[in-house]
């Protein structure tokens, strides 16, 4: 009789097998020691893995340990009872045919994380195992059950799924990236995974995927690229490079490139760098782009420096950003110095804060600046000479201000000479009134022999000269106006005066000369104060100006409005219109607006100008708006009250 050291031998012995997954070894075994079925049962009830045993046709559940029994999800009352009774629901899986398979014909079946649905505690619900039937002898070797032996696989099998899809999205992550993306694995750096930017980026195509990276791309050779990623795998540390250059072989031809790109080492539960995981991002045309600018604005300074005048730019808020060498030759200022604060310093100051206005006036619009101002001389400490500023704004392709350039131009000896011309023409144009005043008297005592004598066609004549006269002396007195507004000379000798009766009595004196017809419009304005003879100046120019420049038209339109405290005068006209970029110019100094008849148009530009800087010194304003071949309107508004304005 076999003793009980020997079973438990036995019994170990089989153990081992099965937990070896040894199931063929296991059974015949079995079948060599002729272990008895009361061994057997023990053996299952004692075993660490999930067991049972079946025994007929029926497949009854002669035995089943703890371990299967809630695998199945049931208890020990199946025990004695058919499998497929109580396991109904793998009837339909296909189970029917793989016992039939081992108990008939004593095929051993193996499942390796086979699929099975059970139902457990009201849901049915899929799990994987891994199992092996296999068939059951008695002492005549004739098949009298089946032996079943599994293991459930259901956490690893979802667990290896979710890692699967991770897999899935993390390579579909790369493949879809907007930047070139791969990994290298080990340190021979195979190529796994590399999306079509990355792939495009090298040149190359998807068979390049596999091979390792030096072999991939030989032109990385003498590159501190490999060497870099191999580095990697030693120090775990991930790479960042900005703006690096790379050479690579594209289109046949090794090209230069600049890349933003990062080597991040990719570590298992070990912390050991198994892979590295590239992102780059091509920059090349930006760096091209940048470098261009560069050159351009170190052509742009060589120029600048070479140039007379002192050049330099701001940023689109007005902080000066550079200042050319002659700027610093001529101050003697340091660079590192703030140039804003240099040209407060020789700047004068008596007109500094009105340019500071000017110049944030066109920060503001977005319009040029331009200005005559005073610097210091530094070889004369104290004498100033005269610069012209302007500044002009640079747009980008947004049509955004991205800086302005400017020029400070010495203007000085211009200056010296304009005051030479103003002056020279002050003393002609008043000694030429003299003569010229003699020479009407002399002209009208003709006039008034000729027609006492009745020689009417002679004293016609006479006439046509006097009126000569008048134009050269209205030419002499705008002359005599503008030297004295150029020295600051020109005098208001203001007073109180009725201002419709001076625009009436106007509007009547120019149309006795007029072929059009003057059409006044006049609210009542009541007295202004001011000097009512330059502003009748003032008045009979826009007047006689709208006829000369209107010589097809028949109507000039004449208007008076108060508003507020502010007397508004205008006239129309319908002639040849002024080109929306010249009417800011027409109250320039001999300005004249250019037209197909400009050669019938008499005067020496200065009426416009004269009138401009009457109204300036009046307290008012004189503008214009113009719509080309169909005509303008000139304005001008002054204070009807000069105590109420400076209260207000």
């Known amino acids: 009789m076999e003793s009980e050291f020997d079973f438990n031998h036995k019994i170990l012995s089989f153990l081992e097998l099965i937990l070896n997954r040894n199931y063929t070894d296991f059974m015949k075994s079995f079948l060599e020691q002729n272990v008895s079925q009361e061994s057997l049962i023990t053996l299952f009830s004692q075993a660490p893995v999930a067991m049972c045993l079946l025994i007929g046709d029926d ?24 499998l497929f009774e109580v396991l109904p629901e793998i009837k339909s899986q296909g189970f029917v045919e793989i016992f039939e398979n081992v108990y008939h014909k004593g095929e051993i079946f193996k499942g390796n994380k086979l699929s099975i649905f059970l139902e457990k505690f009201g849901n049915l619900e ?41 897999e899935y999205r993390f390579e579909d992550l790369i493949k879809n990236s907007d930047y070139s993306t791969a990994i290298y694995r ?35 050779e003498g590159q501190p ?27 046949g ?9 990062s080597y991040k080492p990719l570590k298992n539960q070990k912390g050991e760098v198994y892979a590295i995981y590239n992102v780059a991002v091509d920059i090349t045309d930006l760096v091209r782009a ?73 920060l503001r619009t977005r319009k040029s600046f331009e200005m005559e101002y005073q610097f210091l001389d530094p070889d004369h400490p104290e004498v100033y000479r005269w610069f012209l500023g302007r500044a002009v704004p640079a747009y980008d392709e947004n049509g955004n201000i991205k800086q302005w350039i400017g020029t400070f131009t010495d203007i000085d000896d211009f200056k010296q000479l304009q005051t030479q011309k103003d002056n020279f023409l002050g003393i002609a144009s008043h000694e030429l009134k003299t003569p010229l005043t003699s020479l009407k008297i002399y002209t009208q005592f003709i006039e008034k022999n000729l027609v006492r004598q009745n020689d009417l066609k002679n004293a016609q004549v006479a006439r046509r000269m006097d009126d000569q006269i008048d134009l050269l002396t209205n030419l002499i007195s705008d002359l005599l106006d ?31 000369t007029a072929r059009h017809k003057i059409t006044f419009h006049h609210s009542e304005v009541g007295n202004v104060f001011a000097d009512r003879h330059r502003i009748s100046q003032v008045m009979s120019n826009l007047i006689s100006n709208a006829v000369k420049y209107s010589p097809d038209a028949d109507e000039v339109i004449v208007s008076t409005q108060l508003i507020g405290n502010n007397v508004k005068f205008c006239v129309r006209d319908f002639g040849i219109g002024i080109p929306e970029d010249k009417q800011n110019k027409v109250f320039e100094q001999y300005y004249r607006v250019s037209s197909s008849k400009e050669h019938t148009i008499s005067g020496l530009g200065l009426g416009l100008y004269i009138s401009s800087e009457i109204i300036k010194r009046t307290g008012g304003r004189i503008y214009v708006s113009s719509i080309e071949e169909k005509g303008s309107d000139f304005c001008f508004e002054i204070p009807k009250s000069k105590k109420v304005q400076q209260n207000a």
């Open 126 to 166: 899929e799990h994987f195992f891994d199992f092996i039937y296999s068939p059951v002898y008695n002492d005549d070797k004739k098949i009298i059950g089946v032996s079943v032996v599994a293991t459930e696989m259901t956490d690893q099998v979802i667990s290896e799924r979710k890692l699967k899809e991770s």
């Open 482 to 512: 503008v030297t004295k507004i150029q020295n600051g000379k020109i005098q208001l000798n203001e007073s109180e005066f009725d201002f419709d009766q001076l625009a009436e009595e106007i509007v009547v004196e120019q149309q006795m």
């Open 59 to 82: 497949l009854i559940i002669e035995n089943a340990n703890p371990q299967i029994i809630e695998l199945w999800g049931r208890d020990a009352s199946v025990v004695g009872k058919p």
């Open 186 to 220: 080990s340190e021979d750096l195979y190529i796994e995974l590399a999306n079509d930017l990355m792939l495009k980026t090298w040149g190359k195509d998807a068979s390049v995927i596999g091979m390792k990276l030096e072999d991939a791309l030989p032109e990385l």
């Open 290 to 362: 940048r470098k261009e600018i560069q050159e351009r604005e170190e052509k742009f300074r060589d120029l600048a420096d070479s140039m007379p005048q002192f050049v330099w730019t701001c940023d689109k808020d007005g902080k000066i950003t550079y200042m050319n060498d002659n700027w610093y030759r001529y101050t003697g200022f340091e660079r590192d110095e703030d140039p804003a604060d240099g040209i407060k310093r020789i700047i004068n100051p008596e007109v500094y804060e009105k340019v500071m206005v000017v110049w944030e006036e066109s």
């Open 253 to 261: 031809k090794l090209q230069t490139y600049y890349f933003n790109f």
């Open 225 to 251: 690229f490999i060497g870099i990623l191999k580095d990697i795998f030693k120090t775990g540390k991930t790479y960042t490079a900005t703006e690096d250059r790379v050479d690579l072989v594209v289109d």
